[in-house]
């Protein structure tokens, strides 16, 4: 990968502080709603209207309208971010906004705001990626409106792709150097691009994304956020933003205009160097529609000697709506939830039972994820690093211990604990340095010895062990937080039995049993050394 560039050769190129642009055909009305990106209140007789047009965009498309579009925002950067110098040689950039049936208005303004506050030398192109939508006046009106500016190339699709095909087919035709992508809904604020190339320019295998602001989804208010966000994760791989919090701030002097390094990104708003795009692979082709593709993007870039940034100094406001006011070709949350198990089963190495466990229904569709070794051989083409190693260099602080609970197996009648003696299983007194008494239950229900599995009723007769071969129903037990009810956490119970029957110990005989739940019985309650929580 291209190192940063030096000190010697820096200077030589020469730099220039950060052009605050903002160029609009004809000047603006201080006086029209929603100027200056202030909040704009529906009038009283039209509240029913707008009440009515909500749906068209799940935001407010009746105060849209009524905004100017090319309004000016404020300018929300750090006010370090005034003396930034960028290098006189930033690279050129396609910029790729990819919509479906984008409300009219909101659409022309995130245009503007890229046309208005863009310097021209860098603006390659602007390439807006029509997925086949059904508005009438997404097609020829569109077309003869943009026409006016020569940088601006309408992509109309014959069929939907959905926006991760259709970033590609923008990405595929685009001739800037650096590809920045954008949502359809957005206003960039002043200075936004330069500090983004800045990024790429210095080390090529880097994505940066600006700071994601916030346009009110209510009375389309321009609001600033908190500088120390960065995108992260939670099982099972749902994206959030969490802010850095203060003592790390202050332990290490940060200031609001330092680079953070971001685990995970939104993945609406980026910019990639495209021949480094590619090398990569693009996105997982696999991948349906929307959702998934920027935990499998950053994962990628990550793991395989890339880093992505959040740049302060680039600022670029997004409507957050409820919900997408298009439809899925196949169900919402199917679709994602597909996308993101094909993640986890090329990027998550073991770490993919953390998914799974916190997923479980999806065990049972695992077929349904399509081929996977187009993805498995590129991650071994780019010689990429574990989960692991990404999660002790990136994001230290996710929760990802590989099982759910681990050490002896106590029962609490007894005070005994269950021992391994081949195939069998014995109670034993309890001894914290014998490993045949060394169980772990893993998050995908399955009690391990080992290589070894525990199964409800070996060739006894009773429970036993057999050599785990992957993941079958009929292995599952159900204990702790994973139990059916809340009163049998601390039973182990036959996951796919009915009625229910849980591992026990017969008072007299003292050997390990299956019979009815109970929730009272001491006799089949069982507690591990150690829970892990995640």
Known sequence: MAPELGGQEAAAIGTHRVLAMDVTLAPRDPQAPGQFGHPVAVPDDKQEEAKSRWKEGNFNVFLSDMIPVDRAIADTRPAGCLEQQVHNDLPTTTIIMCFVDEVWSTLLRSVHSVLSRSPPHLLQELILVDDFST???????????????????VLHLRERHGLI???????????????????????CNVGWLEPLLERVRLRRARVACPV??????????????????????????????????QEVIEKNKLKETDIIRCPVMAGGLFSIEKKYFFELGTYDSGLDVWGGENM???????????????????????????????????????????????????????????????????????????????????????????????????????????????????????????????????????????????????????????????????????????????????????????????????????????????????????????????????????????????
Request: one cysteine or more.
């Open 212 to 245: 994601i602001e916030v346009i009110s989804d209510k009375d389309m208010s321009y609001m600033t956020v908190d500088n120390f966000q960065r995108g992260i994760f939670t099982w099972p791989m749902n994206f959030g933003w969490k802010q850095i919090p």
């Open 135 to 153: 508005k009438d006046y997404l097609k020829e009106k569109l077309d003869a409106y943009m026409s006016q500016f020569p940088k601006v190339k």
């Open 296 to 534: 499998e993007l950053s994962f990628k870039v990550w793991m395989c000697g890339g880093e992505i940034e959040i740049v302060p100094c680039s600022r670029v406001g997004h409507i957050f709506r409820n919900d997408n006011p298009y439809s899925f070709p196949k169900d919402r949350v199917r679709t994602v939830e597909r996308n993101l198990a094909r993640v986890a089963e090329v990027w998550l190495d073991d770490y993919k039972e953390l998914f799974y466990g916190h997923a479980y229904h999806l065990l049972q569709r695992r077929a349904e994820l399509g081929d996977l070794s187009q993805q498995k051989a590129l991650r071994e083409r780019l010689q990429c690093r574990s989960f692991r190693w990404y999660l002790e260099n990136v994001y230290p602080d996710l929760a990802a211990p590989l099982v759910k609970a681990s050490g002896l197996l106590v029962n609490v009648a007894t005070a005994r604990c269950i021992a391994a003696q081949n195939t069998t299983l014995a109670l034993q007194a309890c001894d914290v340095n014998n490993k045949a008494q060394h169980f772990n239950y893993t998050w995908l229900r399955l009690l391990q010895h080992g290589e070894l599995c525990v199964v409800p009723v070996g060739a006894a007769g009773a429970p036993g062990l057999r050599p785990c071969e992957g993941w079958e129903s009929g292995l599952a037990w159900r204990h702790s937080s994973m139990a059916a009810r809340p009163e049998l956490a601390e039973h182990l119970m036959v996951q796919h039995q009915h009625p229910p029957a849980c591992l026990l110990v017969h008072p007299v005989l003292l050997a390990l049993r299956l019979g009815a739940c109970t929730t009272t019985d001491r006799y089949q309650q069982w507690r591990f050394g150690s829970y892990h929580v995640a």
């Open 165 to 187: 095909r259709a970033r590609l087919a923008g990405a595929q035709v685009a001739r800037g150097t650096v590809l920045t992508f954008l949502d359809s809904h957005v206003e």
